[in-house]
């Protein structure tokens, strides 16, 4: 029978608010996704990136992947749009990032579905927001986890004052351990890889800690690519899309989802780290400042860390900083100023990347 | 044996006018469109819709679809698109449409082809223009039929004063009927449908005549967007392209594709209406106002009817009313002020979805 | 082992110099590339063209295709995307195509690759440059010839004063033999052939020498448009996207990619050479003048030569001069004033194409 005109219940979701999550509750976030070859051409057209395994089946192929796999941070992207709804649609910032691995490649015609379990809840001294960790796990269609990563945001409560149900901040590590990172990677023969396909003569081995490399070209960003993008990811922060409302915030005008920074400053990479084809995980990870449609990104590397993968000799591990920055090339490496970041850094990425040895 | 030099004939068209219209014509359009997982993308990356159905081939297998089928208004603005350079290049106004029905799931690698007959045809009392009235057929591959809808358009005439060759205004049904609507959705197991993954708890038998949902969100919609989704439909009308020529008409700038609209609330519409998840048919509509870049777009809508499939226990049908505004929330539903639209009102669309029952 | 800390070797590349090109060298430039249609459906989305061969399935495979071809252009733009690092990053300017031949259609699916050969070097009088002549040829994955053609670029030293190490100049020819046309075309069953659907009722043998066409469009590029197809060619040529560093440029902003305008050109060529579906061969072309976003581009075009292809009765060849103009409806053919080219003009391009007899 069809509901009454009386009092209907309210059909649109506003959102969870700090009071309605409670530790060890499991969301599970709507909207399944099946990723295929038309979401690999636009990611290509909105970053540009020119990783040889992710570009061509048959580099692919060659080397020991059934096919060309998804970009990590595609899929990235599809698994966390989904909780956008539900986890942080009342945030008031994203804190963090940490554990994030990727465990297996997703392929063209792969379906994405995303859980997020809240690990962790405290509430703010001024009592009208708390931090809310979830860990955020990406399955496909087979139910395997292709992505599993923890992330904290500040979100506002419903009613100022409600006391938090339970406080408990989650331990997560500072670093993926490299025995945990080769997971996403199937064994590879190397044998077929070609360097000059891919484009870097630069193997694991010629990469040392400490060691600084410019990546040199700048990419400006327009309001219809980053929203092209976000939608693309079916992530729905209202931030990204609404110019009307955005001109009674602070900033006046939209803001750009942090992770199409990611993806942009992870395909200048290329220049410098052409072999550095997979993301093995991500450790950690801070939008230091906001980016805006007109402005232009740049990026730099540091290698943090040179690893093997144990009992593996495809491929060895580079722990990596991508830092990005906008309006400012990065041929000084611009990091911090004194105690706090340098003003025109805008993100401070820490990640894991396999490489042929 | 190749043409002369002297007086060539002119291989450009120049459209259709009043004058070349007749009824009972039968238009073939040019350029028939294999749809493509490509199209799916993009169409996904210009408007965000959340549709569960046509996002995941996983969920769409799983209720009874081959895969997930193509979303009914890609259907719409490609069997549309074809329509233009023959109908309404030279039209003065598109005035209305009626009786549109989705009779069969559109899958990627169909190939979609467009007819249009003469239905109507009327002059205006000016003498300078006329209303042609069309039913366009979309067709695909096998011939079958997969949309049918009646459009009528103000069509300049070549020669003010010429007098039509006939006159007759068609009759058109306000409303398709609900023993019309079952035929785009295939029988549906909804042991299967999963409302966590839809991403509503409401299925048809929630919504009551008379409810009115606010989607909150907002949408600004810039010059790129609505050129890239408009050319992807093979649209031709120089008034969404052409920025030059724009510079001297009454706006002054390029006019958005009124189909662009109609997406951009349907894809809103997701929050409040999220099983929303097939247009059976389109009722009606009218553009109320023009939209431009930079721009933002909001819309609500209202359950006019809640109708049973006959012999279908299923699905049934909602008649919604979809209506959209530029730069305005619709917290209030606004519609009408005194004898004619509110100011802000852009989109005013009578159209039948199924849910799940 | 892990590199050394102490001067690791520059990762980064800079491109090669005037005095890096050896005669005779072949560069295999990176990352082979799988076109797939979700890269077809951003090439109709960007440019809008409707040539039915390359839009249908159907439609190509009644002809005698196995199915739709991929765009010749956007084979050109990702064959000729891999040169930029190599070749032109340094490049002061784009002098020149030549013999460009379409060799083999492309399909969804295959694998594209480029190398390059320096068929010639020409150093300035001012001697801080050089002329570069490459001839760079596109293979798919079977290793077969999909393209061939040269191209210069005015490249600069990196050490101005360093003499070449061997200079010669290329004999290329003013234009493709006819009898070198049709290996890029299967034969074709034209009793398939509909142009009610082509959407054009001229065949090759209704056009004549001298010829002018006006196709009436205008297009108005957007600074997203050209950077989303610029990044889908993984064409890294910085003046394309770098808009902070354009700032201190002489036009003061970004530059479009020439091979934009030529794509645009083409779609908007439709209107009067709808059966003109594949372009056999690229004799010439420059780019008069820069594009930049805003500006609204026209085409027209004229007839050079009829041709017929030795040996085959399904398809005859013109030979077309392809103007572009920007700001500027091309009515009455603008091209030259006086000694040079009319201010208006972008583009002079001399290209073969198909038409079905």
């Not at 809240?118 to 992505?147: C, F, P, W």
């Not at 992770?259 to 997979?278: D, K, Y």
Request: charged share 20%.
């Amino acid at each position: 029978m069809p509901g009454s005109t009386q009092n209907p219940v309210p059909k649109t979701s506003a959102g969870r608010f700090f009071e309605d999550f409670h530790l060890g509750d499991v969301i599970v976030h709507a909207t399944p996704r099946t990723v295929t070859a038309g979401d690999v051409s636009l990611y290509t057209a909105l970053y540009g990136p020119r990783f040889a395994v992710q570009s061509s089946n048959a580099f692919a192929q060659a080397i020991g992947y059934p096919t060309a796999p998804v970009d990590d941070l595609l899929v990235f992207h599809i698994v966390f749009g989904k909780t956008v709804p539900d986890v942080s649609v009342n945030a008031v910032a994203n804190l963090g990032y940490a554990d994030g691995r990727f465990l297996k490649p997703v392929f063209p015609g792969d379906t994405l579905s995303t859980t997020s379990e809240v690990i962790g809840l405290k509430q703010t001294s001024a009592g009208d927001a708390g931090i809310v960790y979830v860990r955020s796990i990406g399955r496909n269609q087979h139910g395997e986890i292709v992505l599993s990563y923890a992330r904290w945001v500040l979100v506002r409560k419903r009613t100022p004052g409600t006391p938090a149900h339970a406080e408990q901040v989650p331990e997560l590590p500072k670093a993926v351990l490299p025995e945990e990172l080769g997971e996403g990677c199937p064994p590879l023969d190397l044998s077929a890889y070609d360097d000059a396909l891919a484009g870097s003569r630069f193997r694991w081995g010629d990469y040392a800690p400490g060691e600084r490399i410019d990546h040199v070209d700048g990419m400006t960003v327009e309001e219809a690519e980053h929203q092209i993008a976000t939608r693309l990811y079916q992530n729905t922060a209202k931030v990204h899309f609404d110019g009307h409302g955005a001109r009674s915030t602070r900033f006046g005008k939209r803001l750009i989802y942090g992770g199409h920074v990611i993806s942009l400053a992870r395909a200048l990479s290329f220049n410098g780290l052409g072999n550095a084809f997979h993301i093995a995980a991500l450790n950690g990870g801070r939008h230091v400042a906001p980016l805006f449609a007109g402005d232009t990104v740049f990026a730099w590397s540091e290698v943090l860390e040179v690893a093997e993968l144990p009992g593996r000799e495809d491929v060895g591990a580079l722990r990596l900083r991508l830092v990005a920055t906008k309006n400012r090339p990065c041929a000084d490496h611009p990091l911090k100023t004194g105690e706090g970041y340098d003003p025109d850094v805008i993100l401070d990425l820490d990640y894991w990347a396999l490489l042929p040895r």
